[in-house]
């Protein structure tokens, strides 16, 4: 099954490279680092760990666990990989040259020796539920222990995965510690051949995250400029699809507050410019926020066409709706608003994001809507009402604060596989 597995792969690379090439046309970043993903690139000396995070809602999660190794372990290099150039980008922003940073290479027998080869690390910690049979097998074969971390399986991964029992041996078959999210997530790890003895109940990361400093005053300045005395929500992480929906809602929300202003921000910056030619199709005046403009009374729309800025404009808004739930993607990250006292509203498409918002769900922080019209129902409720959301972002922030604690446990479970680590050494 594994050789099955890695012909499928020998076809399938070469069409993924052809089309990150024709998408480095409009995003140059898609070639930088492209070697990397065939497990070139430079090799690094010393101790090292190596810490995976998929994407940029992965490095946001990981960043108190890489802050606290690079505290408690000094003397040791931590080599940072992510999927994305804008994870990898993410990377750079919050680490600097504090950690190694590449991307990772694909799943390739060749590639993953290559990658270990250069890397060298002593331990390995994954995130959340990134399973690459050959280089999980690779760490196995030199011996290098696996920690998924905050780790999370959905049913339909686990049924997946039992059909191909194959796959799962060769996950599994070295020292692979799993740190779950949850009981039932630690099932599911257990079903799919992870060795029970090594599973264990830690938590989500993504709860012990701190907010930058300075983020509550950088969201009062963004409400001055773009929205001194009039409501403001926004729209975050947003995807193809979605937009239209939420222009309509705004539309509707104007008719009885016709000072309203939208801060709408796409998901990848791509989109920016192909957003920003759709309002204007649309008629719809708005601002470019890269564009530094101050707000004006006609100006009703502010484009958030800037990365790493959507935290501030969080805490500027009266409310948040979170992307990518309109449209099957599965949904981003909702515990930046709740962890601002914001009510959140997302859509039904919330996959990715199941338990946290059951949570907030439970406690009253956040609302699932179904279209366009319910949006705009739920909007002028939460607009209308002060005192509804005041308790509804206290929620949120009750359910934070409430499930903080996995970063010690996992720090633990990585203590314990590094002194095992040295004592097989």
């Given at each position: 099954?594994?050789?099955?597995?890695?012909?499928?792969?020998?076809?399938?690379?070469?069409?993924?490279?052809?089309?990150?090439?024709?998408?480095?046309?409009?995003?140059?970043?898609?070639?930088?680092?492209?070697?990397?993903?065939?497990?070139?690139?430079?090799?690094?000396?010393?101790?090292?760990?190596?810490?995976?995070?998929?994407?940029?809602?992965?490095?946001?999660?990981?960043?108190?666990?890489?802050?606290?190794?690079?505290?408690?372990?000094?003397?040791?290099?931590?080599?940072?990989?992510?999927?994305?150039?804008?994870?990898?980008?993410?990377?750079?922003?919050?680490?600097?040259?504090?950690?190694?940073?590449?991307?990772?290479?694909?799943?390739?027998?060749?590639?993953?020796?290559?990658?270990?080869?250069?890397?060298?690390?002593?331990?390995?910690?994954?995130?959340?539920?990134?399973?690459?049979?050959?280089?999980?097998?690779?760490?196995?074969?030199?011996?290098?222990?696996?920690?998924?971390?905050?780790?999370?399986?959905?049913?339909?991964?686990?049924?997946?995965?039992?059909?191909?029992?194959?796959?799962?041996?060769?996950?599994?078959?070295?020292?692979?510690?799993?740190?779950?999210?949850?009981?039932?997530?630690?099932?599911?790890?257990?079903?799919?051949?992870?060795?029970?003895?090594?599973?264990?109940?830690?938590?989500?990361?993504?709860?012990?995250?701190?907010?930058?400093?300075?983020?509550?005053?950088?969201?009062?300045?963004?409400?001055?400029?773009?929205?001194p005395g009039r409501p403001l929500w926004v729209a975050g992480s947003t995807h193809a699809g979605e937009e239209a929906q939420l222009l309509q809602s705004h539309r509707s929300i104007l008719a009885t507050h016709p000072n309203a202003v939208l801060a709408l921000a796409p998901r990848h910056r791509d989109r920016f410019a192909a957003v920003a030619d759709w309002l204007e199709r649309e008629r719809m005046p708005f601002l470019r926020h890269s564009a530094g403009a101050a707000a004006t009374q006609n100006?009703?729309?502010?484009?958030?066409?800037?990365?790493?800025?959507?935290?501030?404009?969080?805490?500027?808004?009266?409310?948040?709706?979170?992307?990518?739930?309109?449209?099957?993607?599965?949904?981003?990250?909702?515990?930046?608003?709740?962890?601002?006292?914001?009510?959140?509203?997302?859509?039904?498409?919330?996959?990715?994001?199941?338990?946290?918002?059951?949570?907030?769900?439970?406690?009253?922080?956040?609302?699932?809507?179904?279209?366009?019209?319910?949006?705009?129902?739920?909007?002028?409720?939460?607009?209308?009402?002060?005192?509804?959301?005041?308790?509804?972002?206290?929620?949120?922030?009750?359910?934070?604060?409430?499930?903080?604690?996995?970063?010690?446990?996992?720090?633990?479970?990585?203590?314990?596989?590094?002194?095992?680590?040295?004592?097989?050494?």
């Open positions: 099954m594994l050789l099955i597995y890695s012909l499928a792969l020998y076809v399938a690379v070469p069409i993924a490279c052809l089309g990150m090439l024709l998408r480095s046309v409009r995003e140059p970043q898609y070639r930088r680092g492209f070697a990397s993903r065939f497990g070139l690139g430079g090799s690094l000396a010393g101790d090292t760990l190596w810490i995976h995070a998929a994407s940029v809602g992965e490095v946001h999660a990981a960043e108190s666990l890489v802050r606290s190794l690079l505290s408690a372990h000094p003397d040791m290099r931590l080599a940072l990989t992510t999927m994305t150039p804008a994870g990898l980008e993410r990377v750079r922003a919050l680490f600097g040259t504090e950690v190694d940073a590449r991307l990772i290479p694909f799943d390739l027998p060749g590639a993953a020796a290559r990658f270990l080869r250069r890397v060298r690390p002593r331990a390995a910690v994954i995130l959340e539920t990134e399973l690459w049979p050959n280089l999980y097998r690779a760490c196995n074969h030199l011996g290098i222990p696996i920690l998924i971390a905050s780790a999370r399986l959905s049913e339909t991964s686990m049924h997946r995965y039992r059909r191909f029992a194959a796959l799962g041996r060769a996950l599994f078959a070295g020292d692979v510690r799993i740190a779950a999210q949850s009981e039932q997530d630690a099932r599911r790890f257990i079903a799919i051949g992870a060795d029970p003895a090594r599973t264990s109940v830690t938590g989500n990361l993504k709860y012990d995250f701190t907010l930058p400093s300075g983020v509550l005053d950088r969201g009062a300045e963004l409400r001055v400029r773009y929205a100006a009703n729309i502010v484009l958030v066409d800037t990365l790493g800025e959507l935290l501030m404009f969080y805490a500027a808004s009266d409310v948040s709706f979170v992307g990518g739930t309109l449209v099957p993607v599965g949904g981003h990250n909702l515990l930046e608003p709740a962890a601002l006292a914001r009510p959140v509203l997302i859509g039904p498409y919330y996959a990715n994001t199941g338990e946290i918002a059951r949570q907030l769900l439970a406690a009253g922080a956040l609302e699932v809507i179904a279209d366009a019209p319910s949006l705009t129902r739920s909007l002028l409720r939460v607009l209308g009402n002060s005192a509804l959301r005041e308790r509804a972002g206290a929620a949120g922030r009750e359910v934070i604060e409430a499930n903080r604690g996995a970063l010690q446990k996992v720090l633990a479970v990585m203590e314990a596989l590094l002194t095992d680590r040295n004592a097989a050494l």
